[in-house]
């Protein structure tokens, strides 16, 4: 996707951004603990892996912060590649990679075979249990010795079931809050992209791939660092966390 269709894409990563925060309105913090411990442990010119990037919001952050580093997007959704290609059209920082996560063979597409960091957010709490350990197992083979693992996502601690709703129906009076004040939600953003003459064709694919919307088991943050651990990771603990998310980091 070049610049040269006229679309603002900037626009329409402000706009992404916007629609994410009615979810996450801490969303920046998160992304800022994972840049803090991506200096501490590996350094400000990172080899990093930006998996299941979407329009590349880790990866514009990460180059903002770190201008020598470098990033490997990949993604299976044709619209917010689509975006992220605009975004970072003649940015040789960037590469980006066209792969399904729960395709065994994905890594194969990817241009080095192993990275300082890999990244994500927000993004695999669509597997479920087993390839989701799975992808982990691909994700330590990826990571050097030293490097790290960071997941950003909604992880449910099943033990605290009155803590959880009371959480629940705080955040969500306050999201019903903000869409009455303008915010869009998922729903909505899709459907302004799919009127979009640019991503709108994008978009259709998006949806034949995906369907509307698909969510996996959402496991404990224990049992995503057991897992890590028996992968392969050294040290797997939360550096951040929220009323309802957690930034797991594993270190190889």
Same mark, same amino acid.
């Given at each position: ?7 603002d ?5 402000e706009s992404w ?8 309105p801490?969303r ?12 501490a442990?590996?350094g400000?010119a990172p080899?990093v892996l ?5 329009t590349?919001?880790?990866t514009a952050?990460?180059?903002?912060r ?6 490997t997007g990949v993604?299976l959704?044709? @619209?917010? $590649?689509a975006i992220?290609? =605009?975004? /970072?059209d003649?940015? *040789?920082r960037?590469?980006?990679? &066209? ?8 890594t194969a597409?990817?241009p080095?075979?192993s990275y ?13 249990a087993?390839p ?5 197992g691909q994700? @330590?083979? $990826?990571v050097?010795?030293g =490097?790290? /693992?960071?997941?950003a *996502?909604?992880?449910?601690?099943? &033990? ?5 709703a ?8 306050r ?11 998922w729903?909505d ?7 979009d ?9 998006r ?10 088991d ?7 660092a057991?897992?890590?651990?028996e ?7 939360p550096?951040w ?9 594993a270190l190889?």
């Amino acid at each position: 996707m070049a610049t040269s269709t006229g679309t603002d894409w900037a626009a329409w990563q402000e706009s992404w951004d916007r629609q994410q925060e009615w979810y996450m309105p801490d969303r920046e913090e998160r992304f800022r603990i994972m840049l803090d411990m991506v200096e501490a442990l590996v350094g400000t010119a990172p080899r990093v892996l930006d998996l299941a990037c979407g329009t590349g919001s880790i990866t514009a952050r990460l180059l903002r912060r770190f201008p020598e580093a470098t990033s490997t997007g990949v993604d299976l959704d044709p @619209a917010l $590649l689509a975006i992220a290609h =605009g975004t /970072f059209d003649g940015d *040789d920082r960037v590469r980006l990679v &066209t792969a399904d996560l729960k395709d065994p063979g994905w890594t194969a597409k990817l241009p080095y075979d192993s990275y300082d960091a890999v990244l994500t957010a927000t993004a695999l709490h669509w597997l479920h249990a087993e390839p989701l350990a799975a992808l982990y197992g691909q994700i @330590a083979g $990826l990571v050097r010795d030293g =490097g790290v /693992f960071m997941n950003a *996502d909604h992880m449910i601690d099943e &033990t605290t079931p009155r803590i959880n709703a009371a959480e629940r129906v705080q955040r969500h009076a306050r999201m019903e809050q903000a869409k009455r004040d303008g915010a869009l939600d998922w729903a909505d953003w899709w459907r302004l992209a799919a009127e979009d003459p640019v991503l709108a064709e994008p978009t259709a694919r998006r949806f034949e791939i995906y369907g509307e919307h698909a969510d996996g088991d959402m496991p404990p943050v224990r049992w995503h660092a057991r897992v890590l651990r028996e992968k392969g990771f050294t040290e797997a603990r939360p550096v951040w966390a929220s009323p309802s998310d957690t930034l797991l980091l594993a270190l190889k």
